[in-house]
DNA sequence: ATTGCCGGGGA
DNA sequence: TCCCCGGCAAT
């Protein structure tokens, strides 16, 4: 098989020539096998051919000696063929006995001098005219055509034949070879038929195709089933209902690329000179990006390996924090877990293309998990298979573990303790103390955290709950503004975003691991209330 | 890479 | 309204 693949995608442009080879030698093996009956046919009805079938040797002596008559006389220097080896080999005749019927022919390949029965001797001149036209049968539609027809009949039919040629010649008796040539030239009929519709196949959309799959042939399943395997990558579930709704537009290049990774290639790259034929990766390469490409840029996105999680985001920071917060638990066992996060996340080229909905789980075993119905293709880096065997090894233990401590308990607490710092700014410090108690003694059990201490005992004293941060500094400028103006050019930019304050935030003072000490602003993603600039 | 937090949702 | 979180800018 490999070998099959590899040789295909060798060579693109020796295909051709190959094509155009193999199928002859096949049907030279073949054409041994039906030359002699047509021959006779042609000849005589000689019944004893099947005893001659063998188109070699000739033990039927006594008979021989019967028939010879009809036999027209070779002349020496004449052309014909005889059967050597198996193999019809030209030759020129030596010498014709008309008395024992035996032709003494000389073999222009081999060089030396074989015996042959009269009626084992062919003409060239009479076999000129059978061999070339069956050749031109074979070899038209081969040559003339379409390249990927060859490549399906090396799959079924030529197989197939191939097999009834290679026992044709040894054992099979001339009542095979007759029907064989019928079954031969069906085969080709067929050929070209499969041929037909693989083109078809090709240049249309699998839509078109799969509703009379049926009929089709192994093209048109096989194209079938890549377009699945495409449309199953984006849009699992969804694909299923919908999967007719490709349409030839939308989906030129996807079919053929996939369809037939080479010979769609070969089909269609006239224009492409070939040259280096790589892994299938190239054409894949050259077939799929380059039509559907267009304008979108390759962008690389992060997938969350998380067993039951296919979240994409689009920023290395943004699935980190997702994995670190969603996943590996905020606090909790913190322990010495450090940087797992990136186990838990893949990296992957995305066409990108505006879609509205970019989310993909790739990597999720189950295709029903998470789903995208945007005609993305989404490609994993070479590192995924990695990341994957440690997604499946790893997490469960550390999704029990953390899940459970961190996830769920904390989570409750984090409730249970809520603060209103965020929007009840007027808030009251005392429900400080208490949570604070709690936390500690929670986060003592845990592990020691040395900024904690200090920090809580700062913030505790300090003020836990700041009041409403008065806003002088914005009130007395109205006089100042003036001044103001000019720097604030310089500033303006800020404007829009905050100069970000060189406090420590309660995301840096607590840890991650503690989020449920933030304040609320914080754990909401908000502006710090408790450490305002 | 990490931190701060805005803007945009979901319930 | 509460809450969450992606993404982005600043560190
Ligand atoms: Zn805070």
Known sequence: MASVLSRRLGKRSLLGARISAPPLLGDGVLMMAQLPPLQTEHVKESPRLASCEDGRFKEPVADSGGQGQNWPLLQPGQKVYVFYKGQEAPGLVEHHDLLSNEVKVLLLEQGFYVCRKAEEVRLANIQALPLPALEMDLGAPATTGYDAVPVAMDHGPTTEAAAAAASGPRSVSRSIDVPKRKSDAAAVEMDEMMAAMVLTSLSCSPVVQSPPNGDAGIPASQAVGDVWKESGDMSDGGSSSTSGHWSCMSTPSPPHSEASPKYSSEAFSSPRPDDGFETDLDPFIFDEPAPRKRKNSVKVMYTCLWPSCGKVLRSIVGIKRHVKTQHLGDGANSDQRKREEDFYYTEMQVKDEAPPEPAAAVSSPTPTSVGASSPITIQQTPSQPEALVLDQAVPPEHHLSSSALSQSAPSSFWHIQADHAYQA????????????????????????????????????????????????????????????????????????????????KCRKVYGIEHRDQWCTACRWKKACQRFLD
């Open 425 to 504: 700014l007027p808030s009251i410090q005392i429900p400080v103390s208490p949570h604070i108690f709690t936390s500690i003694s929670w986060a003592a059990a845990t592990s020691t955290i040395p900024t904690l201490s200090p920090v809580r005992s700062r913030s505790l004293s300090f003020s836990e709950q700041q009041p409403p941060p008065p806003l002088p500094p914005p009130p007395p400028p109205p006089v100042l503004k003036s001044h103001l103006i000019v720097t604030s050019p310089l500033r303006a930019p800020s404007s829009s975003r905050k100069v970000r304050g060189e406090a420590k």
